[in-house]
């Protein structure tokens, strides 16, 4: 059964960072991707980022690359999302979701519950 886990949102101030982790169970982090995606009331899902399986590659968002960096440690099935310079405007609540491949509209075949990160001062 595949079974994903976010933690480590929370409050900052504009020009913080935080940093997202994402537990997986039922699978390895080779088998699938794995993306982050975040979500504002009355707005769509968006992707944010995202690592393949095998080979590791990466993708972001526009509105995040340079700012927030996806990596993953397969020893603890984790991934992690490094999120610095934050704006207002990522506020949101952010999803790990594992997906059959990186990509503008991924299939996805779970998701996390979710974790609130909300950038104000």
């Known amino acids: 059964q595949v079974q994903l886990a976010e933690s480590g949102g929370g409050l900052v101030q504009p020009g913080g960072s935080l940093r997202l982790s994402c537990t997986v169970s039922g699978f390895t982090l080779d088998y699938y991707a794995i993306g982050w995606f975040r979500q504002v009331p009355g707005k769509e899902r968006e992707g944010v980022s995202c690592?393949?399986?095998?080979?590791?590659?990466?993708y972001y968002a526009d509105s995040v690359q340079g700012r927030f960096t996806i990596s993953r440690d397969n020893a603890k099935k984790t991934i992690y999302l490094r999120m610095n310079s934050l704006k207002p405007e990522d506020t949101a609540v952010y999803y790990c979701g594992a997906v059959i491949q990186c990509g503008p509209q991924p299939t996805v075949v779970g998701w996390g519950q979710g974790t609130q990160v909300t950038v104000s001062s």
């Open positions: 690592i393949s399986g095998s080979p590791a590659n990466t």
